[in-house]
T-cell receptor, first 113, second 108 residues
Framework: KAGVTQTPRYLIKTRGQQVTLSCSPI?????VSWYQQTPGQGLQFLFE???????NKGNFPGRFSGRQFSNSRSEMNVSTLELGDSALYLC????????????FGQGSRLTVV | AQRVTQPEKLLSVFKGAPVELKCNYS??????LFWYVQYSRQRLQLLLR??SRESIKGFTADLNKGETSFHLKKPFAQEEDSAMYYC??????????FGQGTRLTINP
């Protein structure tokens, strides 16, 4: 079966712009989580959505937001981009969002210039 | 607050030698612990989870609640084990707290 798909894979944005990243989970998975990966901070949890509701949120400013659609696809948005937002954004899906393994996408690499 | 510490950023061993990647955690409850691996140019993937108590690709990890550790071990390293390894903790929800990762290099 198809894995977690993230689009776009690479993008470059200018400071102050906004960006929307998309994640299509594995078929049947209802939980989608987002992570930011940077060389300095490592992998950090952004938020998790389950059945179109945000269930968990990490310690990121309000510029970072997300949503989930009825087909479980999820988008995350970052507004007013800063240089420090340059990172690999990973999406992970799981069946129920409980203590089970997460399946990761290949990520969207965002560069802010 | 929950935290995962991987004290070694880099670890280099020779092929055939034993490997141990250290992971310590802080969490007041009963955590779920995982090891994830990322091979070059591949996506992050689950290697093993403590509740299944299985051996994957020759790797094992034992949860030591007294020492709050979940070290990853393999008796004989292989070149294909070279990768980035992340220890992660889940507190019962789909929120993984990751360590900073250890880059393992197996020398021929």
């Amino acid at each position: 079966k198809a894995g977690v798909t993230q689009t776009p894979r690479y993008l470059i944005k200018t400071r102050g712009q906004q960006v929307t990243l998309s994640c299509s989970p594995i078929s049947g998975h209802r939980s989608v989580s987002w992570y930011q990966q940077t060389p300095g901070q490592g992998l950090q949890f952004l938020f998790e959505y389950f059945s179109e509701t945000q269930r968990n949120k990490g310690n990121f400013p309000g510029r970072f937001s997300g949503r989930q659609f009825s087909n479980s696809r999820s988008e995350m948005n970052v507004s007013t981009l800063e240089l420090g937002d340059s990172a690999l954004y990973l999406c992970a899906s799981s069946l129920t969002g409980g203590p089970t393994e997460a399946f990761f996408g290949q990520g969207s690499r965002l560069t802010v210039v | 607050a929950q935290r995962v510490t991987q004290p070694e950023k880099l670890l280099s061993v020779f092929k055939g030698a034993p490997v141990e990647l250290k992971c310590n955690y802080s969490y007041s409850g009963s955590p779920e612990l995982f090891w994830y691996v990322q091979y070059s140019r591949q996506r992050l993937q689950l290697l093993l989870r403590h509740i299944s108590r299985e051996s994957i690709k020759g790797f094992t990890a034992d949860l030591n609640k007294g020492e709050t550790s979940f070290h990853l071990k393999k008796p004989f390293a292989q070149e294909e084990d070279s990768a980035m390894y992340y220890c992660a903790l889940s507190r019962g929800a789909q929120k993984l707290v990751f360590g900073q990762g250890t880059r393992l290099t197996i020398n021929p």
